[in-house]
């Protein structure tokens, strides 16, 4: 309509970029998550080598305490990719951050604990908080392994609509309160049933317990409740035979700081997951990116706007004539 090309266009949105997006503000909590870029692809490089496989993943940077959005990203989800885009932020931006809440990931925690030089810390101030709606993902892969083997060990077989552990596996997923207490009933009973062993039971059980422990986050919960719900679940899972339950305590017990960083302060990564929908918008409507800085200014602008375009359910309707 405009009678311009392509490359003119794209050099004016990179010039009003550029003056919009400016160096992220000192922020108090910092998100970091990773989204998926792109397929994965099969490189080598040369005949000689094996082939290897890349899986084109950026790490995104999400004020959780203010209105700035994306702060940024970079391209990778290693220790060194989060240490590269901290150490390029200013000393003030980094001594303000007070809590950084993150999935159960070793690479990103390794890299909050990363020590300068001189013995200092990256963050000196930060405290990690890991997000608990991954911990309870957790527990639900724990309780669907433990279904998939028991079935596999009862069958010999996957299991089918007339197992009473297949038909009720999303009942299994979802949480005591959101079960009608018929749907409650129909579920306990047809396993104890079917299940023998009661393991399928036993890690549902421990499912609900950890999100017992979890919930204590934002009620003002005493330290003593909160180490009775803990040891409720510890004692659950290694009164019992299942491998699953026990790796599941495990990794409690591993990150049990950063949970109980989250019981403090009730921070979780849920607006820096919502980011993440942002991005993945911004990637469908490109029908993909070639060029990774490209990419990259234009999530960051369409993630940090603070006045975004009307959609078109909420433009006012025109005048009748």
């Known amino acids: ?14 010039e009003h970029a550029d003056a919009l997006l400016s160096g992220p503000e000192p922020t108090a909590v910092l998100g970091i998550d990773e989204t998926r870029r792109g397929k994965p692809r099969w490189v080598r490089d040369s005949p000689q080598q094996r082939w ?17 959005g994306l702060l940024g990203q970079t391209e ?23 809590f950084v809440a993150i999935d159960p990931a070793a690479v990103y925690a390794k890299a ?3 020590l300068n ?4 810390r990256l963050l000196p101030n930060a405290r990690l908080v890991v997000d608990h709606f991954h911990l309870v993902k957790l527990a639900n892969d724990a309780v669907t392994k433990v279904r998939r083997r028991v079935i596999w060990e009862q069958k010999g077989r996957r299991g089918r609509k007339i197992d009473p552990a297949w038909t009720n596996r999303r009942r299994l997923l979802t949480a005591r309160e959101r079960l009608s207490d018929k749907g409650f009933a129909a579920m306990w009973n047809l396993l104890i049933d079917a299940d023998p062993s009661g393991q399928i039971l036993a890690a549902w059980i421990a499912k609900e317990e950890l999100r017992k422990l979890l ?8 330290r003593d409740d909160i180490a009775a719900q803990l040891h409720v679940f ?21 990150w049990w700081p950063e949970i109980e960083a989250f019981l403090d302060t009730g921070i ?27 990419q990259h200014r234009r999530v960051r602008c369409h993630c940090t706007r603070t006045n975004r375009a009307a959609t078109a359910a909420s433009r006012p309707l025109p005048a009748q004539v």
Not at 215 to 222: D, M, N, Q, V, Y
Request: proline share 3%; glycine share 8%; hydrophobic share 35%.
């Open 268 to 294: 979780t990564n849920a607006k820096t997951e919502g980011i993440n929908r942002l991005v993945k918008q911004v990637k469908r409507s490109g029908c993909g990116f070639r060029n990774v800085e490209n």
């Open 1 to 14: 309509m405009h009678r311009v090309s392509w490359p003119t266009a794209h050099a004016a949105f990179v």
């Open 112 to 114: 909050v604990r990363t």
């Open 52 to 68: 290897r496989r890349i899986d084109p993943y950026d790490t995104g940077f999400v004020d959780l305490a203010g209105s700035q």
């Open 215 to 222: 919930a204590l986050a934002r009620t003002g919960a005493a």
């Open 76 to 98: 990778g989800r290693t220790s060194q990719t989060v240490v590269d885009w901290l150490e390029q932020q200013s000393v003030e931006f980094r001594e303000a951050i007070l």
């Open 234 to 254: 510890y004692a659950w899972c290694a009164d019992t035979t299942i491998d699953e339950l026990h790796t599941l305590a495990g990794t409690v017990e591993t």
């Open 117 to 120: 030089p001189d013995g200092t």
